[in-house]
């Protein structure tokens, strides 16, 4: 009767397999490089003795020692090698265990630098990054998800958690050892990722690997004139500071008060726990969505967006449009943007975003009934090309699986 495995398990099963092969193919570099070295201990010990002889004699001595090593025991290098093989014994116990299924103990192995972190490569702006991208209403793309883990290659079915932004899957046992993903994060991605609220992997969660090299320098050479240190959190003086300092740079004056209320309204939406400070992360993210909306052009946006993205936001598109005549209001737009942070909640139970799951328009909106601009500028109609090239910067601040705000939502 077979043995029921949770998920779990499964995973390390694999993880075991996979440092089993890398132990084996360490193995087999020890033992030749072991095997080399005791026979060049052996000629350096016997070197002295042989010189001191004439040939003659030489080749006699040899020829005694040879028949004595013979008949009296194993040579050095043969005694050499009995440990040489033992290692290949418990190797192919390895693979027996591999072959079967069982794997190693963890403790068996070191698991220090097991897997390599992968480099990351900025993307390059093409010739024709502004033109406009003619994406489809009606023909949805559906990519399906890749068979095999990102990090290790291997298929495992199951046990692969796949990225709602990207066709990649991993291994949680993978992230872990990559080092990735913190316990807590971890527990959430095996939370939410067969979920229909869905979880990015940290390609597509680090909104700063959008950034071209140019734009990075950019905003590091911002980043070391305000003294921002990397990888640290900042208090609400820090931002405040980091704001006037770009304000006079980039305006030559300082912040109003409307400002710097808005800058401490942004500093909360970057700390929804109220802790008192933003992650690096965060704050990194924030200033990346600003670098996008600076230099980039909606068309070069919507190219950012991947496959599941466009298929969402059609969706979205459709689900808005009951009257299936391609076009809807400015105030379903602004709401659709809003929506796809609404979607993200861990409280949803649905990625088929509604304009009943925004939530209740205040009166005072712009989009209310009893606005006088909804009456004329809410009611102007939306293409599906202008909605895909709106919405495109909304999409993309919504990847992060942080509940941060990374970009202020449209009113």
């Known amino acids: 009767m077979g043995v029921l495995m949770s998920k779990k398990q499964q995973v390390e099963k694999v993880q075991k397999c996979t440092a089993v092969v890398s132990a084996f193919q360490s193995g087999l570099k020890d033992r030749a490089a072991a095997a080399k070295q005791t026979e060049v201990e052996v000629e350096e010990g016997d070197g002295p003795a042989k010189t001191a002889a004439n040939p003659e004699e030489k080749s006699k001595e040899e020829a005694e020692k040879e028949e004595t090593d013979n008949s009296a ?5 043969q005694q050499a090698s009995a440990p040489t093989r033992d290692e290949c014994k418990v ?4 693979w027996s265990r591999l072959r079967d299924g069982k794997g190693v103990e963890p403790e068996d192995l070191e698991k ?26 009606e023909k949805k793309e559906q990519p399906p998800s890749d068979e095999m883990c990102d ?15 990207c066709t990649r899957v991993f291994h949680d046992g993978c992230l872990r050892e990559l080092g990735y993903l913190r316990a807590e994060a971890l527990q959430e991605m095996r939370d939410t990722a067969h979920t229909v609220t869905g979880w990015s992997c940290y390609y597509c969660d680090n909104l700063n690997l959008l950034l071209t090299e140019e734009e990075m320098y950019s905003l590091m050479e911002t980043f ?5 240190i990397p990888e640290s959190c900042l208090v609400s003086d820090e931002l405040l500071q980091y704001r006037h300092f770009v304000s006079k740079q980039q305006f030559d004056k300082d912040l109003t008060d409307e400002q710097e209320e808005e800058v401490l309204a942004q500093f909360a939406a970057l700390d929804p726990e109220k802790k008192g400070h933003i992650e690096w992360s965060d704050f990194l993210y924030f200033e990346s969505l600003a670098m996008l909306r600076k230099f980039r052009t909606e068309n070069s946006l919507v190219r950012l967006m991947t496959a599941k993205e466009r298929d969402k936001a059609r969706s979205v598109f459709l689900g808005l449009d009951l009257d299936k005549d391609g076009m809807i209001t400015r105030a379903e737009c602004r709401q659709a943007q809003q929506s796809w942070f609404h979607s993200l ?16 328009i205040c009166e005072s909106s712009p989009g209310s009934s009893g ?7 809410d009611s102007r109609p939306v293409t599906w090309a202008d909605f895909l090239k709106e919405s495109a910067i909304y999409i993309l601040a919504a990847r992060p699986n942080s509940s941060a705000m990374h970009i202020h939502l449209p009113l």
């Open 91 to 94: 190797n192919q116990e390895a």
């Open 151 to 165: 990090v290790c290659e291997v298929w495992t079915a199951d046990d692969l958690y796949p990225c709602r932004i």
């Open 73 to 77: 025991g194993p040579s050095t290098s």
């Open 112 to 137: 220090t630098h097991q897997l390599t972190p992968p480099a990351f490569v900025r993307p390059k702006r093409e010739a024709d990054d502004d033109q406009p991208v003619e994406v489809e209403l």
């Open 224 to 228: 070391k004139q305000c003294k921002i």
């Open 371 to 377: 606005s006088e601009r909804s009456k004329t500028g």
């Open 345 to 360: 909640n861990k409280d949803s139970q649905s990625c088929n975003v509604s304009i009943s799951q925004v939530g209740p």
